[in-house]
Structure formats: structure tokens, C-alpha cells
């Protein structure tokens, strides 16, 4: 990827599964994280807002890529690599967030510089797709916008306004609503752990976000868990609950499975494969439900069906 006519701006994020993809940076940072320059600050800026565990784009303030600059990057690598790009991603953390006529003018180039392109994808937040009509995200569907991966995090209201996540769960379920109307592929991202370790709390978080899930149907779904390492401290402060400490193994596995029990909607693609979990889970809901509790079950048995602390990683 580094060594083409683009000019990348660290730090790049993408989903795992776009390790094969090329990537177009049409944003700078999220929108939804709110920065403020301080000299003061190691990092040379000061976070005001966005989710609270969030160190993605820290150091970069939000903003669009002048257009040209995107379509003359675009022009450049069809140039280089055209005939052998299958798959592109638009960075960075809510690509979104552009107005409709400015993606469809990038999908455009896009398909016309790269002959072999099969799929375009993006990260998305909720408020991104609140501020576009089904129409509109019909007509990016049509020009070749694929698939979009939302963090939806939680499905419980509480834990969404501690985190600053900036939408409720109604407004997760409208946005998505709206993309899966569109013919949008979406792939949703939750976090275990937010909620900290109180059960009645975990479990609160887990079967609203199971629901919010089950309402949304999305084509995948895939659990993370909260590794905050030196930031729990501050994580604690941000949500207003000294009590929050990372959720143990056994309470990570529990906090799952109460999600998982009250999922009953059909052809999700269910995974909690990501590094920073226990125990990697994946399967099709609900064909594969029953073994998946009974993997949870196993695990919450045997601790050497764990992956070890040391490989665990975000
Ligand atoms: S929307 Fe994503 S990238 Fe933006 S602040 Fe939240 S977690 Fe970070």
C-alpha cells in the first residue's frame, strides 16, 4: 500500500477484514471526536468530546480532504495499480460524514480508474446516517458503496450518554434502519465491558445492546472487549463511576452470553474474534446459537479454553 502516489496521514485505521483493500483517506479523523490544540498536552491536543474510549485520531483534528486532492490521489494510483485493485476503503473514522453529492463523484472516479473494483466500504457513525435520507444512501448503494461498519458500542441509553457516544439507541436503530432499507451491508461493532462489572449493569448493557442488535439485523455483528490498560483511571472519571474497573474473563464470557440469549433475529454473522476477547466465537445466528452458548458454557468451565492474557490486544 505505502510506496503508491498517495499521501497517507497518520495514524490509518480499517476494519480487519479490509487488510486487502486500498485506501483512499477522504476524511481526516471523526467528526465525532471534539479536539482542541494544547501545548500543554503530550500529544500537542486536548479531547473535549467523543467516545470516551476512543484514542483513535487523538492527534488529528476532523476535517474533509479538499475533493481534488482525494481525485487526483484516486487518478494517481488507477494510473499505477488500476487493473489490480478489487477493493477499496475510504478512511478515515466517519468517511460518512461527506455529503452525498461529494461520495458519489468519489465512487464515480473510483470505478473509473479501477476496472476490476468490486466492493467500496467506509466506516459510518449513527449520526452520519441520520443526516442522510434512504434515498440518498440508495443512490451511494447504486454507485458502488458496498458495506458500512458502524460502532454502535451499547444499545442501552445509559451507557451511550456516559460514553459521549452522541446517539441513543432509537437513533442507532433509525440510522441503520435507513442504511438497511438503502440495500447498505452493515457490519456493527459492540464493546463489552462498558458498563463495567456490576452484573445487574452488565447485564443491562448486554441484553439492550442484544435487542438493539436483534432490531437492526445487520448482515455481521462482532464483539469487542474494553482493554483500557493505564487509562482506566480516567476511563472511570470520563463515565462518572469510580467503580468501573475491566471486566474479568469469566464476567466478559457472562456479559456475552446474556447478549447472545436474547438475539432472535436470523443471518446475522456473529463474531468475537478480535484479539482483545477471551474466546473467539463465530457463527450464523440462529443456526449456530445453541453451539455458541455452549461454547460460552464450556469456556465459563474451563479456563484453558481461554486465549491468554498476553495475546489479547485491541
Ligand atoms: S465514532 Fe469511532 S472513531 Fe469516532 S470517536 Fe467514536 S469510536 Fe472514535
Redesign the pocket.
Known sequence: MYGLPIRYVDPV?RPPSEARSLIFQVTLG????RTKRDPDSPTGYRVQG??A??V??QTKPFRARPEAEVLAEVDAAGAAVGGRVERVFLA???ALVLSTERLLRILERLYARFPKLQRVTC?A?PQNLLHKTVEELRRLREAGLTMIYV?I?SGDDEVLRRID??ATAAQMVEGCGRAKQAGLAQSLTVILGLAGPDPARSRKHAEATGRVLDAIAPEYASALTLMLEERVPSFAEQVGDPGWRELTPAEALQEIRWLLAVLDADGIEFRSNHASNWLALKGRLQADKARLLRQIDAALGDPRLLRPEFLRAL
Open positions: 485505521y471523526c467528526s465525532n471526536l467523543g467516545c474510549f476512543c483513535a485520531y478515515d473514522g466517519d466506516y457513525s460502532g458500542e457516544k452522541g
